[in-house]
């Protein structure tokens, strides 16, 4: 029975990563790939310092599904803000975060695992959803020593 759920389990990533590739190669992106599986792509150099633990960073943002259904969006007037190392947010995003300084934008693409896993948000995101994240860091605050 284990090597059945393992099996089943393994062709659920693949099918997942084949949807992400898809999903790249139909709009012709360029995307780096992170060892966790996290696809992303900078789109927006900024020119201020990288977050780290502890950094209170602000960020606008919009959530979609790979089928293009908006799920979040973050309100323009009120941008995000959030402590980076405290799990206020999913790992995929809090690890693309990571990877853009101040005033950048990116793609990622946050296979499930890294978003809401196997049960979802209960609310808008399905389970096993795979999630196309627009972000653009506004501010990096740094955190208390």
């Known amino acids: ?5 393992i099996r089943y389990n393994h062709q659920i ?10 999903y790249i190669f139909r709009y012709q992106w360029v995307m780096k790939n992170t060892e966790t599986g996290l696809r992303y792509m900078i789109y ?3 020119d201020g310092h990288y977050p780290k633990e502890g ?16 799920i979040y969006r973050s309100d323009t007037a ?13 790992s995929g ?9 101040a005033g950048s934008r990116s793609k990622l693409i946050l296979p499930s695992h890294l978003a809401f896993g196997l049960l979802g948000d209960m609310s808008k995101i399905p389970s096993r959803a795979v999630l196309v994240c627009d972000v653009e860091i506004c501010a990096i605050n740094p955190g208390k020593k």
């Open 55 to 70: 950094d209170t960073v602000t960020i606008k943002y919009s959530v979609n599904l790979l089928n293009g259904d908006l």
């Open 93 to 101: 995003l809090e690890e693309g975060i990571m990877l853009m300084n």
């Open 13 to 22: 990533v693949e099918s997942e990563i084949q949807e992400m590739d898809d």
């Open 44 to 46: 927006r150099n900024g």
């Open 1 to 5: 029975m284990q090597d059945s759920v």
């Open 78 to 90: 009120t941008p995000y803000a959030f402590i980076l190392g405290k799990r206020n947010i999913v």
